[in-house]
T-cell receptor, first 114, second 110 residues
């Protein structure tokens, strides 16, 4: 158990819909990262938050947004969903401030868009 | 952006065999981590190793940053070692914004 909690584990929805994925980092970790794993793109960094503020952005679509709340949990919002958004979405956290250090992943949220 | 290449892409071993997985990267890094994705999809951190050598049980890793490669050694492999092994790298100022390789799919058979 990495200590990173993600919900829901599985989600099936239709094109055009909106979903929210939730993540609680390890106790004490201030940094939260979102990654997407798809068959065609592999594992890709989406976005990082550190203590409530956006710190780094990767290949995140404009239809996607995220935030980190004062209790440090984070949410990834995916809207106007397309078939190609079907993927495994991981949240990860690390403890060494906003910098490097071991990255611990949650079990992921598997999104299927029909 | 930085390119990360892993080899071999696929590997089948008999239980008890040893193996070496390689990760080459195209630019200087200050962050390198190895992960194991088990058959249930879970990503487990094996090593944080931007340079040097580390060992953890039957696994060890070496990163030669100046030559832009890292190696993961698995000794006395077990069926529970099956899964995909990913190398991921990050560059200065990028924190844990990591670029992942395409992985090595390992299957350990009895």
């Amino acid at each position: 158990d990495s200590g990173v909690t993600q919900t829901p584990k599985h989600l099936i929805t239709a094109t055009g819909q909106r979903v929210t994925l939730r993540c609680s980092p390890r106790s004490g970790d201030l940094s939260v990262y979102w990654y997407q794993q798809s068959l065609d793109q592999g594992l890709q960094f989406l976005i990082q938050y550190y203590n409530g503020e956006e710190r780094a952005k990767g290949n995140i679509l404009e239809r996607f947004s995220a935030q980190q709340f004062p209790d440090l949990h984070s949410e990834l919002n995916l809207s106007s969903l397309e078939l190609g958004d079907s993927a495994l979405y991981f949240c990860a956290s690390s403890g060494r401030g906003a910098g490097t250090g071991e990255l611990f992943f949650g079990e992921g949220s598997r999104l299927t868009v029909l | 952006g930085i390119q990360v290449e892993q080899s071999p892409p696929d590997l089948i071993l008999q239980e008890g065999a040893n193996s070496t997985l390689r990760c080459n990267f195209s630019d200087s890094v200050n962050n390198l981590q190895w992960f194991h994705q088990n058959p249930w999809g879970q990503l487990i951190n094996l090593f944080y190793i931007p340079s040097g050598t580390k060992q953890n049980g039957r696994l060890s890793a070496t990163t030669v940053a100046t030559e832009r490669y890292s190696l993961l050694y698995i000794s006395s492999s077990q069926t529970t070692d099956s899964g995909v092994y990913f190398c991921a790298v990050g560059q200065s100022g990028g924190g844990n914004k990591l670029t992942f390789g395409t992985g090595t799919q390992l299957k350990v058979e009895l």
